[in-house]
Structures are given as C-alpha cells and as structure tokens.
C-alpha cells in the first residue's frame, strides 16, 4: 500500500489536453480536484525554499530557468541510449513531429514527421515516445485520425532519424469517446509499457477502468517473441488517465500520476515488480475517497495502490501534470524529489519523500503556464513543457 499527500475546492478548465476532470458527457467541461492522505501537503502553506542541508536535511535549491520558445505544442521528452554512442534527447510534439532536443533547450534536426497520421486536437494527438533498450527501435503513441490509440515502431537510423518506411502497429486500442487517451509508453526488461485512459467521458460512465476485461484504465505490457507482439496483457488496473508517467532507473519504480475526477489529484509510486494484479482503485475511488460505490466489488481482493500525494482543487488547481524525480547533477539536492505541475494554475512544485515514500517537504518552483508535464532528459535533468509553447528548464536556484 502506498500513503498520500495532499495540495490544496473544485476548479472548472476547459478541455485540457491532459484531461481535467469531465462532467458527464464527452461535451462538458472538464473540473478537476487535488490530492492528500495519510501526510497532507499543501502548497498554499508549504515553504517558499527547500529546507537546507545543513543537518543533512532533505534539500532542492532550484528554480525555473529561462524558457526556450520555437516549440510547437510540446508533450514528452524521450532519451535514447545507443551502444558507442552519446545518449540522445527527443522531444515530442502533439502536432505529429519529434525533433532532437538541444541541451539549451532549442530544436535541434527533425526527427520524425508523422502529422498525416494524427490530429492534435482536444486529448488527441502525437501523445508519446520511447526507444527500445539499444536505440536501434522507436515507438511512438498517438490517436490515429478516427480518434483511436496507436502504438508503432520505427527503426531508428544511425544518424538518430527515425525510418518512416519501417513503420509498423504493435497496439490498437479503440477509443469510446475523444478524451482520456493516456498517452505514455515506456520501454523497460525487453517490453512495453502501455498506460490507457478509462475512455473518457465523465466518471467512467461505461465501468471499463476496473473491467479487467477491458483494456482502458489499465497498465498493459506488450511482449515480443520471434518477431511478434501479443495483443496486450492487462498487468494492474483502475487507472482514470496517467498522462504522464515515469519510470525511475534507480530504484525501478513507477512513480504515475493520475488525473483526478472533480475533487483530487494524485501520484502513486509502485515497484515494477510488485505492479503485477495490483488496483489503482478507479471509479470506485478517487484517490482515497469513494467515487462509484458500485464498483467496490471489482477493486476488492487485489492488491490495493494508495496514493502517495494527493492535493486537491483549491485556488484554481485542477489538473496534475507529471512529474519526475530529480536525478541530474546541476542541483545540489539531498534526498528524493519529486517534481510535477498543475495544468490550470501553471505551479511547478517538489515534493520530497524518504525511503517509505513519506513526503517530508513541497516547495514551489515557479510557474509555467499551462503546464503539460515534467520530464527528464538522458542526464536526469528536468524540463517542464508548456502546451503554449515553452520548454523551460529546472535550474539551480
């Protein structure tokens, strides 16, 4: 089980990208909420700097640093490790393109060009990127232009472009309504990791999430054997829509943060071994509070994930965009940091947690408008991405 922390009152957004709360139809406008459990945190009262070191405390002097514009609609940030090579940084574009990510944050040779293919609209789009464990294979998630999820592979040339010729689908999911598309996949052990949406609309209207026999609201792992994909194992579900998700190397942890419905926002963290049969709870939970009581049943006898921060929409919250832990070597940190955003209010903030995932800290960064995520690139540092445009870089303070 995993504990919370919460933020900060019910907010309504338009149609965000990454899926505020909707009301009860694929037309309505979206509210969202934040999250707190068992350590509540909320920024309103939280420090304005990191706690010092001096007593080797938890400690994250940064900052935001100065934005890079020229960037169309950015949503991922994916590195790529080849043997005898330098590790390569992508960023990802709704609009359909990637292009190499400069270390200043500027575009740097296009990369891949698959804007036939989808239409950035609404939650759709060029949602996600990741490479195969030896650089040679990308795949890309994206809604196709009926609107459903897709992911395909690429061969990736040796100049880091991707082979538009070699394109090829390793997963289909069809889509119920325009919203709630997930839109993350991550490589890890030899397999893909695919995080789906619940469908959209507005509170899980149709019970996919916790259907184990659907795949929405999940965490499917997609394994090749001789050349060939499975169609899709169901590994955890109750999922309303992971946006963004991130895999930490170090301790081989999922930290995934969930959208919330009208009222909370949450992250959970899980062991990837321990991610097997387990249950986020949703709808029968939003975050730590009962949403569909019907749907008791179907999260009951699975090992249950609790949130391990959760804030809620107050003062114009109502969105979470994930979010990344620190690894990088620019900020002199002490401790784990967590670093994520808030769609409507644009606050970036750092949530530490100790070795029982027990938060002992937020502080705010600053603010990006609209912010669409926190991602890493190859060398551990973070970059928070605006949907209007700019990637801004977290900086030593």
């Not at 999250?35 to 939280?46: G, I």
């Not at 090579?85 to 891949?112: F, H, M, Q, W």
């Not at 990791?193 to 999430?209: E, L, Q």
């Not at 309303?240 to 949450?266: C, H, K, M, S, Y």
Request: with cysteine.
């Amino acid at each position: 089980m995993i504990r919370v922390r919460a933020i900060g009152g019910v907010v309504v957004c338009a149609l965000a990208l990454i899926g505020c709360a909707s009301g009860d139809d694929e037309n309505s406008d979206t509210t969202f909420v934040s999250t707190s459990v068992a350590n509540e945190v909320d920024p309103t009262t939280s420090p304005t700097s990191p706690p010092t070191d001096a007593d080797g405390e938890p400690a994250f002097p940064a900052t935001l640093g100065v934005p890079t514009e020229g960037w169309t609609e950015p949503v991922d940030i994916a590195s790529r490790f080849a043997p005898g090579s330098e590790p390569t940084d992508y960023l990802v574009e709704r609009i359909g393109t990637v292009s190499l990510l400069n270390t200043d944050g500027s575009r740097g040779a296009p990369a891949l060009d698959m804007s036939d293919l989808t239409v950035a609209e609404g939650e759709r789009g060029l949602l996600g990127l990741a490479f195969s464990f030896d650089g040679t294979r990308a795949f890309v998630n994206y809604t196709d232009l009926d609107g459903h999820t897709n992911v395909d592979q690429y061969s990736v040339r040796d100049d880091g472009t991707f082979d538009e010729s070699t394109r090829s689908r390793v997963y289909f999911l069809e889509q119920p309504y325009p919203n709630h598309n997930g839109g993350e996949i991550a490589w890890a052990d030899g397999s893909l990791w695919i995080f789906t949406g619940d469908g959209g609309s507005g509170g899980d209207p149709d019970r996919y999430a916790l259907n184990p026999d659907s795949q929405l609201g999940k965490v499917i792992r997609l394994t090749e054997v001789d050349g060939r994909w499975n169609t899709g194992e169901v590994v955890a579900i109750g999922l309303r829509n992971p946006w963004r998700v991130f895999l930490d190397q170090p301790t081989d942890e999922f930290w995934i943060a969930d959208v919330g419905q009208n009222e909370i926002e949450e992250i959970n963290v899980v062991a990837r071994s321990a991610m097997d049969g387990a249950s986020f709870g949703w709808s029968y939970l939003e975050s730590t509070r009962v949403f569909n009581d019907d749907q008791a049943e179907a999260h009951a006898g699975r090992p249950a994930v609790e949130p391990v921060l959760e804030y809620r929409h107050t003062d114009g919250r109502c969105s979470i965009s994930g979010g990344a832990v620190y690894r990088g070597e620019n900020v002199p940190v002490v401790g784990t940091w967590f670093v994520y955003a808030d769609w409507c209010t644009g606050e970036v903030f750092a949530t530490c947690f100790d070795d029982q995932r027990v938060t002992c800290g937020t502080t705010t960064l600053g603010t990006v408008p609209r912010a669409v995520g926190v991602l890493s690139d190859a060398a551990g540092e973070l970059w928070v991405l605006s949907q209007d445009g700019p990637v801004v870089p977290v900086v030593a303070a």
